[in-house]
């Protein structure tokens, strides 16, 4: 399942407030507990994560190696 920046928003609204039901566009999921929804958070959160490219490292030798 695709996530959206909206998804990410509905359940943060939903720890903040402490309600355990989160409506989402077309549909609406109670979770049992705050754990729950933390770790929903986190998978949503961690889906939406643009990945860093590696970096890159240039060797230099000044002695014509």
Not at 19 to 29: K, L
Not at 31 to 57: D, G, H, N, W
């Amino acid at each position: 399942m695709a996530f959206t920046l909206a998804d990410l928003v509905a359940v943060q609204r939903a720890i903040a407030s402490g309600a355990r039901t989160v409506q989402f566009s077309d549909r609406s999921t109670t979770y049992r507990s705050l754990a729950e929804l933390r770790a929903a958070e986190r998978i949503i959160s961690e889906s939406l994560a643009v990945p860093t490219p590696p970096k890159q490292f240039l060797g230099y030798s000044d002695k014509g190696f």
